[in-house]
Structures are given as C-alpha cells and as structure tokens.
C-alpha cells in the first residue's frame, strides 16, 4: 500500500465500531479522501482531537482498496476548535463543510476549493465578519469555481447590462424585462449590491450592509445553491434565519 501525505481539512467524522472513526477530507492535492481513523475515540489517542470537522491538518496516510488508513495527523490550523465555540459560527461552518463535499467530486477542483474553505474557515474562527455573511460568501464563490457563477448585475440570458430588478435561480441570476420569466423574485438592489460584493470580496459593502438585506439575500444564496446541487444541504437548516429569508421562501418566489 503505498503512503501518501497531504494538507487537508476534516468535512465530517462518523463512527466505526468502538474506537474508531471514518474521516472525511477534502485534501488539498487529492481532493476528497475517506480514511479510517484507528483508536480515535480512546481517551488517550495520540490525534484523536485532531481530526474533528474544520480542522486543516497535515495528514500521513495509507493508501487502501476502498478506504485509506490515517496513520499520523499534525495540525496546521485549529479552526474547527476556534468555531465550535460560537454557535453561530458553528452552524455556518457546518454548512460550508457540508457544501465542499458535495462540490469537490472531482481531483482538479480540489486546490482552488482548498484554499476558499481553508480561507473561509479562518475567517469564522478570526470572527472578522459576520458568520452569515462569510458563509453566504464562501457559498457564491465555491459555486462560482464549479461553474455556476450568478449574475447579480446584468442579464444573466441576454446580457443586457443592469442593474435589473429581477431574480431568477434557473436563468442564473438576474434578468431583464425581456427574459424575465414568471414566478422571478424582486429582490432590493441593495441586496442584489450586497450579494455581487460577497462575491466580488468587496468586504467594506459586504460589512456596511443592512440586516434586512443580508436576510434577503441568505434566502436567494441558499435556494440558488440547493437548486445547483440538486438537493438540499441539511447543515443550512441549523444556521439562524428569519422564517422569510430562508430557502424554502426563495425558492417559493421562483414559482
């Protein structure tokens, strides 16, 4: 069995009989890895804290048939650590967590995915902004590089240059009169303003933004992404939303 080593961030862990664990990564050369953790569970583990969710690690490990075998883990940044202390960062960090799995299937979207959620991580456990408003953003930037870039600013079918005042997630953004279809949201410019900065990294419109708008804007953010991937993402029912900004109201605007 060959042994590989690779920098790598936790997504999730689950158990496997009674000490160890499967560990899910998104290695940064390797893209997702599932390795078996043996004796994790035991209190005197050598790394079994090491390896919870959201942790950024440096990982040895054995190549296997089905699964790999984690044979030693050092860490590199314990964000996971930092974020499990606030619950609102937690639940963001969940849902980015979650996301990356479903999005890093293949080996050459790894790096670039990496780097986002390590960067995003880091800025939940740095509390430099508003978890939701991190979580919105690492969400736009991930679909983004997996090729479902929204428009926020001109016609996402014609091209026809904006502002426009429509919303639709199947055309991929914002629309004009002449493409808008029916069921498309209205959302406020200033939340369309807000969600084109989360994407841009224009972090001084992101963070001077209204509560109303970054509420607005979570509910269009979260329905585009289920509707992309197809299903839901279970960790966005945990993050804090008002009953109309979340997916289901989005989504019910599109018709």
Sequence with gaps: MPLYRDAAIVLRTHKLGEADRIITLL??????????????????????????????????????????????????????????????????????????????????????????????????????????????????????????????????????????????IASGGCVCPSCRTPGSAAPALATLDLLGALLEGDWVVADASDERHRREGSGLVSAYLQWHLERGVRSLRLVERTPHSGPKAALSAEG
């Excluded at 079994?48 to 054995?62: I, K, N, S, T, W």
């Excluded at 044979?71 to 980015?96: C, F, K, N, S």
């Excluded at 990496?114 to 991930?142: I, M, N, Q």
């Design 27 to 168: 290695a940064r050369e390797r893209g997702l890895v599932r390795a078996v953790a043996k004796g994790v569970r035991r209190t005197k583990s050598r790394f079994g804290a090491r390896l919870e969710p959201g942790m950024v690690v440096d990982a040895q490990l054995y190549e296997g048939r089905s699964l790999d075998t984690v044979t030693q883990v050092e860490v590199l940044a314990p964000y996971g650590h930092d974020i499990a202390r606030d619950y609102g960062a937690w639940t963001a960090g969940a849902a980015m967590l979650e996301t990356a799995e479903r999005l890093c299937e293949s080996r050459e979207s790894a790096r670039p995915q990496f780097t986002l959620l390590a960067g995003g991580l880091a800025a939940l456990a740095g509390r430099e902004h508003d978890a939701g408003l991190v979580l919105d953003a690492y969400l736009l930037r991930s679909l983004a590089m997996a090729g479902w870039a929204p428009s926020f600013h001109d016609c996402a079918k014609c091209g026809a240059t904006g502002p426009h005042k429509a919303f639709n």
